[in-house]
């Protein structure tokens, strides 16, 4: 793995972490008596999550092989 590979790397790491942060964040809020609220946006930040996760490894590893 390249600089640039390691770049990529550590760039989808932190938006990885930042989504999972969020998606913990709205259920800590939801399951401590918050709105329905916390709960749509918490399961769609773990969509999310697992749509980055699968991007990186089908697209972007993919296309460095």
Not at 27 to 49: A, E, P, Q, R
């Amino acid at each position: 793995m390249g600089e640039e590979g390691k770049r990529g790397l550590k760039i989808f790491l932190e938006f990885w972490l930042l989504i999972g942060a969020l998606a913990g964040f709205n259920f800590y809020m939801y399951f401590g008596g918050g709105s329905k609220m916390f709960l749509v946006v918490g399961i769609l930040s773990v969509i999310v999550f697992i749509g980055w996760a699968m991007f990186y490894v089908l697209y972007v590893r993919k296309g460095e092989q």
